[in-house]
């Protein structure tokens, strides 16, 4: 199975654009997810299939791709987007299914 | 509205079975593929199983053999059964619908608040 690689952290004054890296040789072959969770709350996804925002997500959470890294972007960052997020992969080989999830990287906003 | 409410996590000693249950309200859990996620305390989100809408189910390497996905459709819940539960296996367990883009390849759209299980004697 793939593993994924990310920072453990990151920090940013508010206002400031933030970028999350997310690393792995199954990235070029799979889309990536990304997730959001807070302290004592459930994760929340805020990107799918590399770049696609939910319905419901603020337009300052981006999403690229290029060969072997996928990247998180928040532009200007808020105090409340500090929290930790995790990329994700669907992996799959005949009958083999696995999820992956990175490690998990925490925004810190300054 | 849409959610997830997960129940029956508690203690249990090691070797010990538990059933975790997760109770959808808003839409269908078997029209839609449906997992579990655990994540140990301090530690990061790790993938348990996950149940297709056609019935088929994948495990992680860690559980297989000891945990079982389920659904029961007449009650709009999945379940998690536990098996010769290990210390390791204390975890947050959520309990997440997958949003499908293609076959093999889903993200977790809806997620519930989670249920704890601790193992230890």
């Known amino acids: 199975s793939y593993d994924l690689t990310q920072p453990p952290s990151v920090s940013v004054s508010p206002g400031q654009t933030a970028r999350i890296t997310c690393s792995g040789d199954?990235?070029?072959?799979?889309?990536a997810y990304w997730y959001q969770q807070k302290p004592g709350q459930a994760p929340v996804l805020v990107i799918y299939k590399d770049s696609e925002r939910p319905s419901g997500i603020p337009e300052r959470f981006s999403g690229s791709s290029s060969g072997t890294t996928v990247t998180l972007t928040i532009s200007g960052v808020q105090a409340e987007d500090e929290a930790d997020y995790y990329c994700q992969i669907a992996d799959s080989s005949g009958t083999y299914k696995n999820v992956v999830f990175g490690g998990g990287t925490k925004l810190t906003v300054l | 509205e849409v959610q997830l409410v997960e129940s029956g996590g508690g203690l249990v000693q090691p070797g010990g079975s538990l059933r975790v249950s997760c109770a959808a309200s808003g839409f269908t859990v078997n029209s839609n593929y449906m997992a579990w996620v655990r994540q140990a305390p301090g530690k990061g989100l790790e993938w348990v199983s996950i149940l297709y809408s056609g019935g088929s189910t994948y495990y992680a390497d860690s559980v297989k053999g000891r945990f079982t996905i389920s659904r029961h459709n007449s009650k709009n819940t999945l379940y998690l059964q536990m098996n010769s539960l290990r210390t390791e296996d204390t975890a947050v367990y959520y309990c997440?619908?997958?949003?499908?883009?293609?076959?093999?390849?889903?993200?977790?759209?809806?997620w519930g608040q989670g249920t704890m299980v601790t193992v230890s004697s």
């Open positions: 199954a990235l070029p072959k799979q889309y």
């Open positions: 997440a619908r997958a949003l499908v883009i293609l076959e093999w390849s889903y993200a977790f759209d809806l």
